[in-house]
C-alpha cells in the first residue's frame, strides 16, 4: 500500500513562522518572550503548548482550547506545529510500515527524505527513527551506507518522526489509525523507539539529546528512557558521555569479534578497535543485568558465523551485562553478502545461550518493503562535503569530497 501526499514548507521557517516542534521549555519560553508574551504568563504558555503538542497532538493552534481564542490566532500567525509531509508510506504483510518523510532544503524548499519504520508486535510496538540523513559509514553490508551522509537531522526533525508515527497508528487521545493492520490491540501502540534508522546518532549527539529528551519528558510524550536504546558502530569517546548526560539503553553494532574483519564489516573500527569499543561497554554509566548493553551482530554466510567466532564472541563480552541479538542478513540490491543458513544461526546461538547470555534470534520484519534491519535507503542527493562541514553536519575527514 503506497499514500503520496502534496508537498509544503516544512522548515523551521514556516514562511515568516517559526516550527516550535523540537524546541526545549527554554527554547519555546524564548520564542514566546520575542513575541511579548509577558513574563509572569511565559510559564503557563509553555506548558499549554507543550501540552497541546505532545498529549493532544496538536498540529496547529485552534485545538488548543486552554489558550483564549485571540491568542491561539497570534500564535498561528508567527508559529507552526506543523509536521512534514509523508510522501510514500508502505503496509508490510506483516504489518509493518515504513514512512518516507521530506525534510525541508533549509530555504522553505523541499529537501531530501529521510524513512522511518514501525514495528508492530500483539502487546507492544517498536519505532526505529533516524537521525541523519545517510551516513557516514559505510558499512558494507548495510544499505544505508551505500548512501552518504547528507545532514544531521534537527531535533526537530527527529521528534516529527515520533509525532507522524503517532498520527499514522491513532495514539493520540480519541484517535484511531485508518488502517489497523498489524496494530497492537493494547491502547498504547508505541511502547518502544530505537535509534536504529538512517544514520550514526552519536555523531549528531546534541540534536539526539535534545530530541530523546522531549520524547522522554514525563509531562509529553512520556517514553520511559528504559524504552529507548540509541545504537551506535562505536564513537567510543561519545559513548560514556552518552550514558552519562541521557542515560538510554544501549546497544553497540559489533558484527565481528576480529578487528581485521570489523575494520572491513564496520570501518570506523579502524579508529576506535574492538579493545576499546568494549572497555567503553563495561564502563557505561549504570550497566547492570537490568540495564544490559545489547550486541547487534548480523549473520553473514561463511563470513562472520563459523563456531569459533561464536566461542570468541562469548569469550569477549565476559564480565559485560549484555543480550546478544542475532540478525539474519536482510539482501537488498547488489548487496555482496548471503545470510547465513539457519541451521548455522541455531548453531551459533546455542553456543552464546549455553554461556549464559540471552541471543535472540531477531526475525526479520518488513522485508517486502525494504524496511527490515540494515535496508533503510532514501533517494537523497548528496550535499557537497564542503557544504556539509561548513554546516557542522560532519566532523571534518569523516567524509570526503566528490
Known amino acids: 500500500m503506497s499514500v503520496t501526499a502534496p508537498i509544503h514548507d516544512i522548515s523551521g521557517k514556516d514562511g515568516e513562522r517559526t516550527n516550535l516542534i523540537g524546541?526545549?521549555?527554554?527554547?519555546?519560553?524564548?520564542?514566546?518572550?520575542?513575541?511579548?508574551?509577558?513574563?509572569?504568563a511565559l510559564n503557563m504558555r509553555v506548558s499549554q503548548i507543550w501540552h497541546g503538542l505532545y498529549v493532544q497532538g496538536a498540529s496547529g493552534f485552534e485545538p488548543i482550547t486552554t489558550i483564549s481564542k485571540e491568542m491561539r490566532q497570534q500564535l498561528a500567525e508567527r508559529f507552526s506545529l506543523a509536521r512534514p509531509d509523508i510522501t510514500q508510506e508502505q503496509i508490510s504483510i506483516d504489518g509493518t510500515r515504513k514512512w518516507l518523510i521530506r525534510l525541508s532544503d533549509g530555504t522553505g524548499g523541499s529537501g531530501p527524505e529521510i524513512e522511518t519504520v514501525y514495528i508492530?508486535?500483539?502487546?507492544?510496538?517498536?519505532?526505529?527513527?533516524?537521525?541523519?540523513?545517510?551516513c557516514t559509514l559505510t558499512c558494507p553490508f548495510c544499505h544505508t551506507g551505500t548512501q552518504k551522509l547528507v545532514r544531521n537531522?534537527?531535533?526537530?526533525?527527529?521528534?516529527?518522526?515520533?509525532?507522524?508515527?503517532?498520527?499514522?497508528?491513532?495514539?493520540?487521545?480519541?484517535?484511531?489509525?485508518?488502517?489497523?493492520?498489524?496494530?497492537?490491540?493494547?491502547?498504547?501502540?508505541?511502547?518502544?523507539?530505537?535509534?536504529?534508522?538512517?544514520g550514526e546518532p552519536l555523531y549528531n549527539?546534541?540534536?539526539?539529546?535534545?530530541?530523546?529528551?522531549i520524547i522522554c519528558d514525563g509531562d509529553g510524550l512520556g517514553v520511559s528512557k528504559r524504552r529507548v536504546t540509541l545504537s551506535t558502530s562505536g564513537i567510543v569517546p561519545e559513548i560514556g558521555r552518552w550514558g552519562?548526560?541521557?542515560?538510554?539503553?544501549?546497544?553497540?553494532?559489533?558484527?565481528?569479534?576480529?578487528?581485521?574483519?570489523?575494520?572491513?564489516?564496520?570501518?570506523?573500527?579502524?579508529?576506535?578497535?574492538?579493545?576499546?569499543?568494549?572497555?567503553?561497554?563495561?564502563?557505561?554509566?549504570?550497566v547492570r543485568n537490568a540495564k544490559r548493553i545489547t550486541f547487534e551482530y548480523v549473520m553473514l554466510k561463511g563470513v562472520n558465523d563459523s563456531l569459533n567466532d561464536a566461542r570468541e564472541l562469548v569469550r569477549l563480552l565476559a564480565g559485560i551485562p549484555a543480550k546478544i541479538n542475532l540478525i539474519p542478513f536482510n539482501p537488498w540490491p547488489g548487496s555482496p553478502y548471503e545470510c547465513s543458513?539457519?541451521?548455522?544461526?541455531?548453531?551459533?546461538?546455542?553456543?552464546?545461550?549455553?554461556?549464559?547470555?540471552?541471543?535472540?534470534?531477531?526475525?526479520?520484519?518488513?522485508?517486502?518493503?525494504?524496511?527490515?534491519?540494515?535496508?533503510?535507503?532514501?533517494?537523497?542527493?548528496?550535499?557537497r562535503a564542503s557544504q556539509r562541514r561548513l554546516a557542522g553536519a560532519v566532523p571534518s575527514g569523516e567524509v570526503s569530497g566528490p
Open 244 to 286: 552519562a548526560e541521557v542515560g538510554t539503553m544501549l546497544a553497540i553494532s559489533l558484527h565481528a569479534v576480529r578487528d581485521e574483519l570489523r575494520d572491513e564489516l564496520v570501518p570506523i573500527n579502524r579508529k576506535f578497535p574492538i579493545a576499546e569499543l568494549l572497555e567503553a561497554c563495561r564502563t557505561y554509566p549504570d
Open 23 to 40: 524546541l526545549d521549555r527554554a527554547g519555546l519560553a524564548d520564542e514566546l518572550r520575542k513575541m511579548g508574551v509577558a513574563e509572569r
Open 153 to 198: 537531522l534537527e531535533a526537530r526533525e527527529i521528534v516529527e518522526q515520533v509525532l507522524i508515527a503517532r498520527d499514522r497508528v491513532g495514539e493520540w487521545p480519541g484517535a484511531s489509525a485508518s488502517d489497523q493492520t498489524g496494530l497492537p490491540e493494547a491502547e498504547r501502540k508505541i511502547t518502544n523507539i530505537v535509534l536504529m534508522g538512517m
Open 341 to 383: 543458513d539457519w541451521e548455522q544461526i541455531e548453531a551459533f546461538a546455542e553456543i552464546v545461550n549455553r554461556a549464559g547470555y540471552a541471543s535472540p534470534v531477531r526475525t526479520p520484519r518488513g522485508r517486502d518493503i525494504m524496511a527490515a534491519c540494515g535496508q533503510l535507503k532514501s533517494a537523497s542527493v548528496k550535499e
Open 205 to 213: 549527539f546534541d540534536n539526539v539529546k535534545q530530541a530523546v529528551e
Open 120 to 134: 508492530p508486535e500483539e502487546s507492544r510496538g517498536t519505532l526505529c527513527i533516524s537521525s541523519q540523513v545517510g
